[in-house]
């Protein structure tokens, strides 16, 4: 059984940073894409980053440049890191698990999300 937990979301203010982890269990890490998803109030998810088994990295283009996705597979774990956060960055985020190592394949298993808020 796959499971992926979230974790460092938070309260920021606007232009602060945060970094979010999610570790995976029951899966072999090293050989999966691995991807961020947001989720605003009243919106549907979308895709943040992803990053492929080889650390290939793709970007929503209004991201690239302020967040930045990395993987630790000794750790089985996968980052975003989220500077210069604004309002608009406001959701749940989720990481998902993909059925193969290209960021082309599709999310297979989903964690259950983090918080980030952004407000002053």
């Known amino acids: 059984q796959v499971t992926l937990v979230e974790s460092g979301g938070g309260l920021v203010q606007p232009g602060g940073s945060l970094r979010l982890s999610c570790t995976a269990s029951?899966?072999?890490?090293?050989?999966?894409?691995m991807g961020w998803y947001r989720q605003a109030p009243g919106e549907q998810r979308e895709l943040i980053a992803d990053?492929?088994?080889?650390?290939?990295?793709k970007y929503k283009d209004s991201i690239e440049g302020r967040f930045t996705i990395s993987r630790d597979n000794t750790k089985n774990t996968v980052y975003l890191q989220m500077y210069d956060l604004q309002p608009e960055d406001t959701g749940v985020y989720y990481c998902?698990?993909?059925?193969?190592?290209?960021?082309?394949?599709?999310?297979?298993?989903w964690g259950q999300g983090t918080q980030v808020t952004v407000s002053s």
């Open positions: 998902a698990s993909y059925s193969g190592g290209s960021y082309y394949s599709s999310p297979l298993y």
């Open positions: 029951g899966t072999i890490f090293s050989r999966r894409a």
């Open positions: 990053i492929s088994d080889v650390s290939n990295k």
